[in-house]
């Protein structure tokens, strides 16, 4: 055990590319076991707050914790074996290669192989020996979350893991992602564009607006706020 609350945790992340600030002064902090929803706008940074977290950016300043411990230091490599897994908004996955190897080619970079179990818990089992290529849009999006997963990650930062799913498979989705984090004790940050995935399975929705937060709260207070309706919800709240 540690004495920090946080499982992760941004303090005053900025960056800017030329005068621009994507991302502005953004504090986050992420307690153990929690799925925090992260929305906002298309350009809100949202991206960048994920590519900061994770180590992808250059030139940012600010700091980056883990269970209290600074990773700032670190590459995204380094952040991976420290356990911190990341997914991305558009597809990761090499279509020539089966399931099977992807899965175990991510499970190298993760300090322990789990491969079977993740690919059993994601549905993956009976198709590990098909190309990504052959197999459905849905699968390949269990695939990309099922990369993530391996070597059960203490923080997973996924970005829009529905993308493309129908309301049907995103609930799926967000089943399995909201079972498997409560049994593994995982910490979640999930930016999602599907506001029934986010309220569906976020204890906490963090707004992101122009690089800068302009809301956290509970799902039920983040729905109340003007912005988040006229953005997501439509002119009802209801
Ligand atoms: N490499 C870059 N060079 C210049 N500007 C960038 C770069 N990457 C991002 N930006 C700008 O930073 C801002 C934030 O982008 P970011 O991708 O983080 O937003 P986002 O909230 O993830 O958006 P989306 O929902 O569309 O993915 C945008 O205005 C974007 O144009």
């Given at each position: 055990?540690?004495a ?21 002064g ?16 298309n ?15 250059q ?25 911190l897994?990341r ?6 996955i ?15 970079t993760?300090?322990?192989d ?21 197999v ?11 990369l993530?997963?391996?070597g ?7 970005d829009?893991?529905?993308a ?27 930016v ?6 986010i ?7 963090t ?9 956290d ?7 109340r706020i003007?912005?988040?309706?006229t ?8």
């Open positions: 055990m540690t920090s609350t946080f499982a992760i945790e941004g303090v005053g992340m900025t960056r800017r590319f030329g005068g621009f600030a994507a991302l502005d953004v504090s986050l902090a992420v307690p153990h076991g929690e799925i925090r929803g992260l929305i906002g706008p350009g809100a940074g949202k991206s960048t707050l994920m590519d900061v977290l994770s180590g992808r950016a030139n940012w300043s600010g700091k980056v914790a883990m269970d209290g411990r600074d990773i700032s230091g670190l590459g995204a490599v380094e952040r991976r074996r420290a356990g897994a997914s991305f908004q558009r597809t990761n090499f279509p020539d290669l089966t399931i099977d190897e992807q899965v175990r080619l991510a499970a190298a993760a300090e322990q789990n491969s079977d179990e993740v690919m059993a818990e994601l549905g993956l089992t009976e198709l590990a020996h098909r190309r990504a290529a052959d459905s849009y849905g699968d390949q999006r269990r695939l990309d979350l099922a993530a997963l391996v059960r990650p203490r923080v997973l930062l996924l829009e893991p529905a493309g799913l129908s309301m049907q498979e995103s609930m799926v989705l967000a089943g399995i992602l909201r079972d498997l984090a409560g049994r593994w004790g995982v910490t979640v940050l999930l999602e564009h599907d506001m029934e995935v309220f569906s399975i976020c204890s906490r929705v707004v992101l607006h122009l690089g800068k937060i302009l809301a709260g509970t799902p039920d207070e983040i729905r003007p912005e988040v309706i953005a997501y919800l439509g002119s009802s709240v209801e």
